[in-house]
């Protein structure tokens, strides 16, 4: 029963990240003209865990605290909120269902506004746009950070376990991971919830229900994350892939007024969504976190009109009736008059033996928070000269025991920007190890150490109960078929690059390629996916404006 909080004493959780802002009451009254007052009473729940399509409540004279498991045994209150205060995070815009509850501490009046006039407002009205938009985004890191929301049960040794963590890192999903390998409280759940080994792992949602092994599909309906949208009739502007490269294609493009579609495998944001932190990003001097800079972008494409599908994978893709058509994993397909191609790359793996025995539990091709924290007091293994490697080194050297980063350079400074070089050699618990080459994983179930040849032939055997790898990508461009032009590692040539394919179309005879422009006329390329590109979340972004405004471009003249 509720026995918290349940007077106007109860403090109010301080605004330390400016997750908690006020509202003033300029800005009450404008919203004020769109919702409706309501009087509530004490313990009374404005919203409950797993609710959905919930109005947006702004606090007038009265506190509310929100709650996780709300009128259960584990009840934990997450924060607590007085006048000017407003209630909800990032999931009231995008539709997911709500992941705690909000319960009134005292008797009192709030003001409620349905969500698509309150969507409507921050997309009029800048100045409460930032402060909601900043707050949500804010308030799901807290929550991540917290370990509120869904509970992962599963052994660490489960390929699914690590690709239900992996759905739920990318979508920044807020959740808690229950290793069934070291866990008494896992082994008790699933004794509770009448759950065979062989039907893990588990998801539970909102504390009653319980998916076995689900797919990400069925994952993402249970959450209410949006399902993938993929218009029968077409679409004037496709994007596949929704990294950074793709988002601002498809903000740009939908702000121009296409019909736009987003196609992504797993989730918006693509690597930079599972970087902890984005540096050289434009306005940010200390950094971005990636995730916030994915939702964010996401957002403000869906505000723009753009339509995602997600999850989906695209297959193949061919010139249909001068159309471009793209064919997903479920059988059907999309098509566009044009069509932008943003897939990135992957992460490339080291050629060591064993390496699929410890991957996914063992070895990672991310260091985003959720890595790091289940790496505390371990040691650890880097592998990778780049700024990725040099990041992560920095982000798991607050968490790790040790972090020993192996690299073929002569020097750290070759390919990691100097600064980054710099802050992680005055690390404490860093080692460097340079010249050096991978060549073994040592462990049973589990890793426990890695070895290393050095330029001299001297073989190191390092501690390591993790290991992440950051050396160079591999591009997403197997779905392409040899619909356009690709260097010889696999990117896709554009501009000069590129040589028209045998039989290809040319618009009109005074037609020139521009920058951006596959051997397919009629189609761009964007971001890391493009031979030659700057491999940079800045670059990315740039050339998928720009990839829309070419393409524009070319529809004019063709
Ligand atoms: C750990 C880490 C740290 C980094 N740190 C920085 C940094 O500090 N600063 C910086 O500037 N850059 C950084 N980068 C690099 C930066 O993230 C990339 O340059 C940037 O994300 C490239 O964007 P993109 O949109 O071109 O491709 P990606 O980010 O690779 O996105 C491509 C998307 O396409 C999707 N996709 C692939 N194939 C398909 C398919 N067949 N169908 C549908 N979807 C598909 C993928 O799921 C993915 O979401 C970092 C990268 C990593 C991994």
């Known amino acids: 029963m509720w026995t918290k909080p349940t007077s106007d004493a109860v403090a109010e959780t301080p605004d330390v990240y400016g997750a908690y802002p006020r509202l003033t009451d300029a800005q009450l009254a404008a919203l004020a003209a769109l919702g409706t007052e309501r009087d509530i009473m004490p313990r009374e729940a404005l919203f409950v865990e797993g609710e959905r399509n919930c109005d947006f409540y702004a606090v007038l004279d009265c506190r509310v605290a929100t709650v996780e498991g709300y009128q259960t045994p584990g009840e934990r209150v997450i924060s607590v909120h007085g006048r000017g205060r407003f209630l909800g995070e990032l999931g009231l815009l995008t539709g997911e269902?709500?992941?705690?509850?909000?319960?009134?501490?005292?008797?009192?009046?709030?003001?409620?506004?349905?969500v698509d006039r309150l969507?409507?407002?921050?997309?009029?009205?800048?100045?409460?746009?930032?402060?909601?938009?900043?707050?949500?985004?804010?308030?799901?890191?807290?929550?991540?950070?917290?370990?509120?929301?869904?509970r992962i049960?599963?052994?660490?040794?489960?390929?699914?376990?690590?690709r239900i963590r992996e759905?739920?890192?990318?979508?920044?999903?807020?959740?808690?991971?229950?290793?069934?390998?070291?866990?008494?409280?896992?082994?008790?759940?699933?004794?509770?919830?009448d759950v065979r080994p062989d039907e893990t792992p588990i998801v539970i949602l909102y504390g009653r229900q319980v998916l076995r092994n689900p797919a990400n599909a069925e994952l993402a309906a249970a959450i209410g994350l949006p399902a993938p949208t993929v218009p029968r009739a077409g679409c004037e502007l496709l994007v596949v892939g929704a990294g950074p490269a793709g988002l601002a294609a498809a903000i740009v493009?939908?702000?121009?007024?296409?019909?736009?579609?987003?196609?992504?495998?797993?989730?918006?944001?693509?690597?930079?969504?599972?970087?902890?932190?984005?540096?050289?990003?434009?306005?940010?001097?200390?950094?971005?976190?990636?995730?916030?800079?994915?939702?964010?972008?996401?957002?403000?494409?869906?505000?723009?009109?753009?339509?995602?599908?997600?999850?989906?994978?695209?297959?193949?893709?061919e010139l249909d009736y001068g159309q471009w058509t793209v064919q997903l994993t479920d059988g059907t397909s999309v098509s566009a008059g044009l069509m932008i191609i943003a897939s990135g790359a992957r992460y490339r793996r080291p050629a060591v033996p064993r390496l699929e025995h410890f991957e996914p539990r063992c070895v990672f091709y991310a260091a985003a928070q959720a890595e790091a924290v289940a790496c505390r007091g371990d040691p650890v293994v880097v592998l990778g000269a780049g700024n990725p490697a040099g990041q992560a080194t920095a982000l798991l050297s607050r968490y790790a025991s040790q972090v020993t980063l192996i690299a073929r350079d002569h020097d750290l400074g070759e390919h990691m920007s100097r600064y980054l070089a710099d802050?992680?050699?005055?690390?404490?618990?860093?080692?460097?190890?340079?010249?050096?080459?991978?060549?073994?994983?040592i462990g049973d179930e589990t890793l426990a150490a890695v070895a290393a040849t050095d330029q001299s032939g001297v073989r190191h055997v390092i501690d390591a109960r993790a290991l992440f790898v950051f050396i160079g990508a591999t591009p997403c461009t197997g779905w392409l078929g040899e619909l356009v032009a690709l260097d010889a590692n696999g990117f896709v040539r554009t501009g000069q690059d590129a040589e028209a394919p045998i039989g290809a179309v040319l618009p009109h005879t005074s037609w020139r390629r521009s920058a951006l422009e596959t051997s397919q006329p009629g189609i761009f390329a964007a971001g890391d996916v493009r031979s030659g590109s700057t491999k940079r979340v800045a670059a990315a972004v740039g050339e998928g404006a720009m990839a829309v405004r070419l393409g524009l471009e070319f529809l004019q003249h063709a």
């Open 97 to 114: 269902s709500v992941f705690y509850s909000a319960v009134a501490t005292a008797a009192g009046r709030v003001l409620a506004v349905p």
């Open 119 to 150: 969507t409507d407002l921050v997309r009029r009205d800048p100045a409460v746009g930032d402060v909601v938009l900043r707050a949500f985004l804010t308030r799901r890191s807290i929550l991540i950070g917290l370990g509120v929301g869904m």
């Open 153 to 162: 049960v599963g052994s660490r040794y489960s390929p699914d376990t690590g």
């Open 167 to 193: 759905f739920a890192a990318r979508n920044r999903i807020p959740s808690h991971w229950l290793d069934l390998d070291d866990d008494k409280e896992a082994e008790h759940l699933l004794t509770v919830l």
């Open 253 to 317: 493009g939908a702000s121009e007024g296409m019909d736009t579609v987003v196609l992504d495998a797993i989730a918006a944001g693509g690597q930079a969504g599972s970087a902890a932190r984005i540096d050289s990003y434009p306005g940010f001097p200390s950094g971005l976190s990636g995730a916030e800079l994915a939702r964010g972008a996401e957002l403000q494409a869906r505000q723009f009109g753009a339509q995602f599908a997600v999850p989906a994978q695209a297959v193949s893709a």
């Open 423 to 441: 802050r992680i050699r005055l690390l404490p618990n860093v080692t460097i190890l340079l010249r050096a080459e991978l060549d073994g994983l």
